[in-house]
C-alpha cells in the first residue's frame, strides 16, 4: 500500500516544491549547516507528504552523503535529501573493493579491484526487525529448546494455521537438528476472535507447550486466561514487523523467513 502510495506521491512533487516554498522559507531551507538542522527541515518538508495516519519516528544518517534516512511506521525507510526535497522509497545498494592479486610475472603481481555489492536497504531492515523483537520478553515465548542448540528462531504462530500445526509436528525434528523453536503469538484473525481466544489461553495456562501442542491437534483443551497474556503485544509487534501470515519466521540477523520450512530446507536456509 505505501508502494502505491509514494509511487503517486512522485506525480505531487512538482506541487509539493511549490507549496513546501510557501510554508517553509528558502532562507530556511538554505542556512542549515550542521545535522540537527537538516533532520528539523527534512521533518517539516517529509511531514507534508506522508499519509495522514503516518508519524515521523527517527531520522537517521545512511551512508550515502548528504541523505539521511526518515522511518515512519514502516520497516522500510525513506532515503531523503537533506534539504528534504527529493525523497527515494526503494532499495539503496553500496559497491564494496576489494584488492585481489591476479597474476604475477617477471615484473611483479598483477592486481584487480574485486567488486562485492551490499543491500543496506536489506541491512537496515534487519535492524528495525532486532530492534522490534527486543520488545518482546524471552518468558513471553512458548519455548521448544533443542539440547544440541546451534541455531535459535523465534517463529510468529496462528493455532488454527495448516502449516503451522504441519511444523509443529515435526518440532522434534527441529530440535534433533539443533533448531531450538520460540513461538510467539499471531492470530491471522485478529484480535478478540476465536483464535485469539484460544492463544490467550495457551499462554497463560500453567503448561503452555501442553496446551499449545493440544490446540495445534486440533483438540479442545481446558483453557486459562490471564491479564497479563502477551498475544496482542506479539500480535502488534507482528504487524510493525511485516508479517501477514504465518509461520513467519524470525532469525537472530532480523531476516524474515516467510512460510513452512522443512526442518531439512530450514537447516540449509540457515547455514547459507
Given at each position: 500500500?505505501?508502494?502505491n502510495?509514494?509511487a503517486?506521491s512522485?506525480?505531487?512533487?512538482?506541487?509539493?516544491?511549490i507549496?513546501?516554498?510557501?510554508?517553509?522559507?528558502e532562507?530556511?531551507?538554505?542556512?542549515?549547516n550542521?545535522?540537527?538542522?537538516y533532520?528539523?527541515q527534512i521533518?517539516?518538508?517529509?511531514?507534508?507528504?506522508?499519509?495522514?495516519?503516518?508519524?515521523i519516528?527517527?531520522?537517521?544518517?545512511?551512508?550515502?552523503?548528504?541523505?539521511?534516512?526518515?522511518?515512519?511506521g514502516?520497516?522500510?525507510?525513506?532515503y531523503?535529501?537533506?534539504?528534504?526535497?527529493?525523497f527515494?522509497?526503494?532499495?539503496m545498494?553500496?559497491?564494496?573493493?576489494q584488492t585481489?592479486?591476479?597474476?604475477?610475472?617477471?615484473?611483479?603481481?598483477?592486481?584487480s579491484?574485486e567488486?562485492?555489492?551490499?543491500?543496506?536497504t536489506?541491512?537496515?531492515?534487519?535492524?528495525?526487525?532486532?530492534s522490534?523483537?527486543k520488545?518482546?520478553?524471552?518468558?513471553?515465548?512458548?519455548?521448544?529448546?533443542?539440547?544440541?542448540?546451534?541455531?535459535?528462531?523465534?517463529?510468529?504462530t496462528d493455532?488454527?494455521c495448516g502449516?503451522c500445526?504441519?511444523?509443529?509436528k515435526?518440532i522434534?525434528?527441529?530440535n534433533?537438528l539443533?533448531?531450538?523453536?520460540?513461538?510467539?503469538a499471531?492470530?491471522?484473525?485478529?484480535?478478540?476472535t476465536?483464535?485469539f481466544?484460544?492463544?490467550?489461553?495457551?499462554?497463560c495456562s500453567?503448561?503452555t507447550?501442553?496446551?499449545?501442542?493440544?490446540?495445534?491437534?486440533?483438540?479442545e483443551p481446558r483453557?486459562?486466561f490471564?491479564?497479563?497474556?502477551?498475544?496482542?503485544?506479539?500480535y502488534?509487534?507482528g504487524?510493525k514487523?511485516?508479517?501477514?501470515?504465518?509461520?513467519?519466521i524470525?532469525t537472530?540477523e532480523g531476516?524474515?523467513?516467510?512460510?513452512?520450512?522443512?526442518p531439512q530446507?530450514?537447516?540449509?536456509?540457515?547455514k547459507?
Open positions: 500500500m505505501l508502494k502510495y509514494f503517486f512522485l506525480l505531487l512533487l512538482f506541487s509539493i516544491n507549496f513546501s516554498q510557501d510554508a517553509i522559507s532562507d530556511f531551507i538554505d542556512r542549515c550542521h545535522e540537527n538542522c533532520k528539523d521533518e517539516k518538508i517529509i511531514s507534508l507528504i506522508l499519509p495522514e495516519e503516518s508519524k519516528e527517527s531520522i537517521e544518517k545512511s551512508e550515502f552523503p548528504g541523505v539521511y534516512k526518515v522511518y515512519f514502516d520497516l522500510q525507510p525513506l531523503v535529501s537533506e534539504d528534504g526535497r527529493y527515494l522509497y526503494g532499495q545498494f553500496k559497491i564494496d573493493l585481489a592479486n591476479v597474476g604475477a610475472d617477471l615484473y611483479g603481481s598483477y592486481k579491484l567488486p562485492s555489492v551490499k543491500n543496506l536489506d541491512m537496515d531492515m534487519f535492524e528495525k526487525r532486532r522490534l523483537m520488545e518482546i520478553q524471552e518468558s513471553e515465548l512458548i519455548t521448544f529448546k533443542s539440547i544440541n542448540e546451534k541455531h535459535s528462531l523465534t517463529i510468529f493455532v488454527d502449516y500445526r504441519k511444523l509443529h515435526q522434534k525434528e527441529y534433533d539443533g533448531i531450538s523453536i520460540r513461538y510467539a499471531f492470530p491471522r484473525s485478529g484480535l478478540g476465536d483464535t481466544t484460544k492463544m490467550v489461553g495457551a499462554w500453567e503448561d507447550k501442553a496446551v499449545l501442542t493440544s490446540l495445534k491437534d486440533g483438540k483453557l486459562e490471564c491479564e497479563s497474556q502477551p498475544v496482542a503485544k506479539h502488534a509487534i504487524k514487523l511485516g508479517i501477514t501470515g504465518t509461520p513467519a524470525i537472530n531476516e524474515l523467513l516467510p512460510g513452512y520450512y522443512s530446507d530450514l537447516l540449509k536456509k540457515l547459507s
